[in-house]
Antibody
């Protein structure tokens, strides 16, 4: 069965960097697009980024554009989110999610359990 | 301010039917290349897929849940409400003008 496990969350100071990882199993990882979606405490879902199955295309939400990057290693079945210049408003639970398509267009079918990122001095 | 607009809350009695609307535009819901999904988030849990491709249910999702799309809006319907249906519900799709994923602000369902 599809399993997504996020790693790398924690407490980080404003302006610093953090890299999240998402380890996938139970499916042919290299065939699917992968998303990161976040949820601030008590708030709704916010789409962060997506990477296509082969890494050829990446798209980002306006609030993270220029600060966050997404990448994947299909040999390790892992997708990453590199977060730079972190701000207090980046504090959220970060979810990794699989798209039903390789050329992803937000057709998410599976979610991880999330990893919490807290940006605070 | 979310790109997709949902009512903040809805409520109904057990056994009743409720609908949740999701309003967008021609660049997201109204674009025939973009499909609407609906997600259920129980308290303290990760979201879970309820409806994909506007009106399709994944295996394991009961037929009490249904989805539809018309023009630039989509609707989630839930019949035979149960207390276990109390959750936050989100619509989501792709926006072709933004080249970005978009979600509604979420709707909290209360089963009275």
């Amino acid at each position: 069965q599809v399993h997504l496990v996020e790693f790398g969350g924690g407490v980080v100071q404003p302006g610093r960097s953090l890299r999240l990882s998402c380890a996938a199993s139970g499916f042919t990882f290299s065939s699917y697009g992968m998303h990161w979606v976040r949820q601030a405490p008590g708030k709704g879902l916010e789409w962060v980024a997506v990477i296509w199955f082969d890494g050829s295309n990446k798209y980002f939400g306006d609030s993270v554009k220029g600060r966050f990057t997404i990448s994947r290693d299909n040999s390790k079945n892992t997708v990453y989110l590199q977060m730079n210049s972190l701000r207090a408003e980046d504090t959220a639970m970060y979810y990794c999610a699989r798209d039903r398509a390789g050329r992803a267009r937000l057709q998410i079918d599976y979610w991880g359990q999330g990893t919490l990122v807290t940006v605070s001095s | 301010q979310s790109v997709l607009t949902q009512p903040p809350s809805v409520s109904a009695a057990p056994g009743q039917r409720v609908t949740i609307s999701c309003s967008g535009s021609s660049s997201n819901i109204g674009n025939g290349n973009n499909y609407v999904s609906w997600f259920q988030q129980l308290p303290g849990a990760a979201p879970k897929l309820l409806i994909f491709d506007n009106n399709q249910r994944p295996s394991g999702i009961p037929d009490r849940f249904s989805g539809s799309k018309s023009g630039t809006s989509a609707t989630l319907g839930i019949t035979g409400l149960q207390t276990g249906d109390e959750a936050d519900y989100y619509c989501g799709t792709w926006d072709s003008s933004l080249s970005a994923g978009v979600f509604g602000g979420g709707t909290k369902l209360t089963v009275l």
